[in-house]
């Protein structure tokens, strides 16, 4: 269990600084451009290549986003309850998105290969589009097992 753990951890860890390089990437690429529309020389396709780093930004980032607990919740009233219905309600909210994020890393798999067979690629670039999807995809692979890890500790700590 703990090989897969470490696993999981080096895999988010890859995504995170993937995902923060995109950011960056996309920062810049948009400061070029914007400066570039000003002398009469845009980026082409940087609209294209900002919303793909887009993509590998938010996909990437979910995993340790979810590790460090950096989400947006809406803890108002659970907050005021006993820490066991809290651990409860969290197991139950983690449960819910684990189905969701599994769902969604399944179909984005399916489209990906679907996309892959038919050759689809970007508008502008050419960019073969299923690359980005199976980026996507390992994305969210790795956000549905840090999920499960977050249940099952919660379980355990609720038989504590």
């Known amino acids: 269990m703990r090989n897969i753990l470490k696993v999981l951890n080096k895999a988010s860890d890859i995504l995170k600084i993937i995902s923060a390089i995109s950011l960056a990437s996309m ?28 993509m590998i930004t938010i996909a990437g980032a979910l995993p340790y986003t979810h590790k460090i ?14 820490e066991r219905v809290q651990t409860i309600i969290s197991i139950i909210t983690q449960f819910l998105s684990l189905i969701l994020f599994s769902l969604a890393t399944w179909q984005m798999f399916i489209y ?9 690629v970007s ?10 999807m199976y980026v996507v995809s390992f994305g969210l692979l790795v956000f549905s097992l840090t999920l499960i890890e977050s249940v099952i500790n919660n379980i355990i700590k609720l038989r504590e």
């Open 27 to 54: 920062m810049f690429l948009t400061f070029v451009d914007v400066v570039g529309r000003k002398v009469y020389y845009p980026i082409f396709g940087s609209v294209e290549i900002v919303g793909f780093l887009a």
């Open 69 to 82: 607990d950096g989400h947006v919740g809406v803890e108002i009233l659970v907050r005021l309850l006993p």
């Open 112 to 120: 990906a290969q679907d996309t892959h067979r038919s050759g689809e």
């Open 123 to 132: 508008m502008n670039l050419g960019f073969p589009v299923y690359l980005l």
